[in-house]
Each structure stands twice: as structure tokens, then as C-alpha cells.
């Protein structure tokens, strides 16, 4: 590891602060980092650009795309950057882990009383308006990615066959990510090269291949020991290859990644129900750290449910702990073998093609979250209807829940409409849920 050094102070940026000084910083930042991937690329800027002048505005755009262009996380990711800039390979494990342990430590308390109270009628009642708020959530995130992302006409069909593929047809999440990237670097394949004089890599190969094979060791290893020791078929060592595949293909965030859970981890496995997904995301939302956080929730939830352990949490605890590992191990592996490559990168044109083609399939993958949630909201009862290679999510009318719409229309109303915060949204939400359900019963009384 020790190959890859934190690069010298230039003339853009202040010298290294100490050690010290960035853990502190580092544990400011993962605290605050409310509000999802957005707000916490704001907060960074603010913290490391602005205020404390450690990364110049060049090297810290450079460094967002180049993390954009990543499967996982692109904030944590981002931060675990910045502190390799600083301190080398311990200053990126340190601010990536502050980045995410807060944020993984109220999760992991809220799926505990989740999974051992959720079934209470107050809980239930609460978690009614998270869901209705989150649907909301998400389709201002597909506003707001469809803007960055849908600047070509071919990016819009991206978009669109990228949604039918997911939608109608049923493509492996995986597929599509991959075609978009091929196409996007192919159609850039005559585009002239930035790359200067001055651009040069940071690592010999030998110095990359050797960190490649350490942090691929510290990523798959205790998961070939927890599949050798639990057996196949175990449901921690499917949580860990599960997320650990999930890790490598997610592309666009906590949004892209739910429309993929949602396929395997609800349809394919069994592991949750829709309504017990969006219950995750809505604690995500509401705490720190990075939104991809709401995968602990399905691993505790996973492990709780099917694990077979007494107690149940005994397990619940290990599936949290094994998804965070295949979650975010990946995400050190990515930053520490791709960071010295990151200003040759960011050069070359047809990488950012790349980008681009992926970033206009995620629109496409969101708004087939958007619509499979939706459905499975607002209604009690919804089908998949096959017909030869197509296939139709179908709901059943009658089974439409008014309180869910109404919720929905205020949430929609407060975010969009007023632009309120997240979490205002969601407690709102929530209260709402609890009068208006509370008001049915004295009614009928």
C-alpha cells in the first residue's frame, strides 16, 4: 500500500494540515452529511474547498467526476479521496469510515427497533407517511438527475430503453449499465484527447497491481472464509456475495441501487417486502452519511427474518455488519487503485463519454423505481402479468389506499412545491400519517 503516497501540497492548495486536524474535520463532515449525495458534495466543497483550502476547485471537480464515474457511493467516495490527497492510504481509510459510521450506527439502531416493532400499529402508521414522502423523494431525484444527465437527444433514448429494458422486458440491471458505459465510449471514440504535458499518473503498475491484489484480498477474503465456514446456501454468506455483487454495478447512487434490490431482494429472494424497502430508504433519508446506508437496513432485516438464530438480532447484527463490509470495502479498492490515475482520467474524453451513457441509463433506472414503488404503495394488491417476453406490473384498483395518495400529494406539495427540507418532508409525512389513520377509526366509531 505503500506505493501510493498522498500527493505533494501545490501552489492551489494549502499545505497538508495535520493528522489530527483532518480527523476532526472528517468527523464534522460525516456527522452533517444530511440530505443525500447532493448536500454532501456541498458540505465538502464548502469544508475542504472553501473554508479550509485544502483541494483547489479544479482538483476537487476533477475528483467528482472521476468518483461519479465509480459503482458505489460517489460522496463517500469523494471524501475518501480528499483524505488520501492528504495523508495517503490511512487519511482516505479515515475520512471515508467517518463518512460512513455515523450515518451506519443510527441505521443499524433504527432496523433493530424496526424489525422488533414494526408490526405495531403506531409504527406501521408512521412508516404509512415515510413511504408516501419517499415516493416523493425519488421523483425529485429523477427531476434532478434528468436535468444533469439528458443534455443529447441520445442520451433521452438512452433513457428510454433503458426504462423499457427494466420495465417491460426485465434486463438484468447489470446489462444495461454496461451498454450504456460501451455506447457512451464508443460514440466519444473521435472526440480529441484533453490530455496535456503536464498530466502525468501517480503509480507505476506494479505499485497499482500490488494495491489491487491488497484490497481485493481485504474485500473478498473474509467473505471466501464466511462461505467456508457457514456452508452454501447461508444467509450471511448470500447477503455478503449479494451486496458484494450489488457493489460492483450500482451505478447512480441509493436510487439505482433500490431499483436492483428490488428485483432480486424482493421478487428473486424473498428476503423483504416492497413496503419494507421504502421503510429503509426513509430511514436512510433521515440520517447521516450516504444513502446507499438503506442496504444495512435489507441486511439486517435479511438476517433477522431468515437467519434462524434465537436471539433473532444476534443475527440481524451479523447481516448488517456483512452487507456494510461488501457495501464499502469495494468503495476503498476503486479510490486507492484509481486516485493516482485520476487527472489523466479526467483528460480523456471518451471516459467521460462512458460517464455520460451510464448517467443517462441511471435516468431510465430511477423512473422504473419510481413507478414499481409507486404501485406497490398505493396499492395493497399489484401483479406481474407476463406475455411472451413482456412483462407488466398490474395493479388492482380496488386495493388503491387514499390515505397513501393523499400523503403523497401534501409531500409532493412541500418538496417540490416549497421546497422543504427531507426531513421536515418525512415528519410532516409521518404526523399526517398518524391523524389522518386516528381520524378514520373515531369516524367509524
Not at 505503500?2 to 501545490?10: G, L, M, R
Not at 428490488?262 to 428473486?268: E, F, K, L, N
Request: glycine share 12%; charged share 10%.
Amino acid at each position: 500500500m505503500s506505493d501510493i503516497a498522498a500527493a505533494e501540497p501545490t501552489s492551489e492548495m494549502k499545505a497538508s494540515p495535520s493528522f489530527g486536524e483532518a480527523l476532526r474535520t472528517w468527523a464534522r463532515i460525516g456527522t452533517l452529511s444530511f440530505g443525500g449525495p447532493a448536500a454532501q458534495i456541498a458540505l465538502m466543497h464548502r469544508v475542504i474547498v472553501d473554508e479550509k483550502k485544502w483541494l483547489s476547485e479544479k482538483q476537487y471537480l476533477g475528483a467528482l467526476s472521476f468518483c461519479m464515474l465509480l459503482p458505489g457511493p460517489e460522496a463517500m467516495q469523494l471524501a475518501t479521496y480528499s483524505g488520501w490527497r492528504l495523508h495517503g492510504v490511512l487519511g482516505g481509510l479515515a475520512a471515508g469510515l467517518l463518512f460512513v459510521l455515523p450515518g451506519a450506527l443510527l441505521v443499524l439502531a433504527l432496523a433493530a427497533v424496526y424489525a422488533a416493532y414494526g408490526e405495531v400499529r403506531i409504527v406501521e402508521t408512521l412508516f404509512l407517511g415515510i413511504k408516501a414522502a419517499v415516493v416523493v423523494i425519488v421523483i425529485e431525484a429523477l427531476l434532478r438527475v434528468s436535468k444533469r444527465a439528458l443534455s443529447r437527444m441520445d442520451h433521452w433514448f438512452i433513457a428510454v430503453l433503458s426504462f423499457i429494458a427494466l420495465f417491460f422486458l426485465g434486463l438484468p440491471y447489470p446489462l444495461i449499465v454496461i451498454a450504456a458505459g460501451v455506447y457512451g465510449y464508443m460514440s466519444s471514440r473521435n472526440a480529441p484527447s484533453e490530455a496535456g504535458e503536464g498530466v502525468k499518473v501517480r503509480a507505476t503498475f506494479s505499485g497499482t497491481l500490488k494495491t489491487a491484489l491488497i484490497w481485493g484480498g481485504i474485500w473478498l477474503g473474509p467473505l471466501l472464509l464466511l462461505s467456508f465456514f457457514a456452508g452454501p446456501g447461508a444467509i450471511l454468506s448470500d447477503v455478503g456475495w449479494f451486496f458484494s455483487k450489488l457493489a460492483v454495478v450500482t451505478f447512480g447512487g441509493a436510487y439505482a441501487v433500490l431499483a436492483y434490490m428490488g428485483q432480486d431482494v424482493v421478487t428473486a429472494y424473498g428476503w423483504l417486502e416492497a413496503g419494507q424497502m421504502m421503510d429503509g430508504l426513509g430511514l436512510a433519508e433521515t440520517t447521516p452519511g450516504p444513502l446507499i446506508l438503506v442496504t444495512e437496513f435489507v441486511g439486517y432485516l435479511a438476517a433477522y427474518k431468515h437467519g434462524g438464530g434465537d436471539p433473532a438480532w444476534i443475527m440481524g447484527l451479523l447481516g448488517a455488519l456483512v452487507t456494510l463490509w461488501a457495501t464499502f470495502a469495494p468503495c476503498f479498492l476503486w479510490i486507492f487503485v484509481g486516485a493516482p490515475y485520476i487527472e489523466w482520467i479526467n483528460a480523456h474524453p471518451r471516459l467521460k463519454g462512458a460517464l455520460s451513457g451510464i448517467t443517462a441509463a441511471v435516468v431510465g433506472v430511477i423512473l422504473n423505481l419510481t413507478i414499481w414503488f409507486a404501485l406497490h404503495v398505493f396499492f395493497v394488491t399489484v401483479t406481474l402479468e407476463n406475455a411472451g417476453f413482456l412483462r407488466l406490473w398490474t395493479p388492482d384498483i380496488e386495493t388503491l389506499d387514499w390515505r397513501v395518495a393523499l400523503l403523497t400529494i401534501v409531500s409532493g406539495y412541500l418538496l417540490l412545491g416549497r421546497h422543504w427540507s427531507i426531513q421536515a418532508v418525512l415528519g410532516v409525512a409521518a404526523s399526517l400519517a398518524l391523524t389522518v389513520s386516528y381520524a378514520g377509526d373515531l369516524i367509524l366509531i
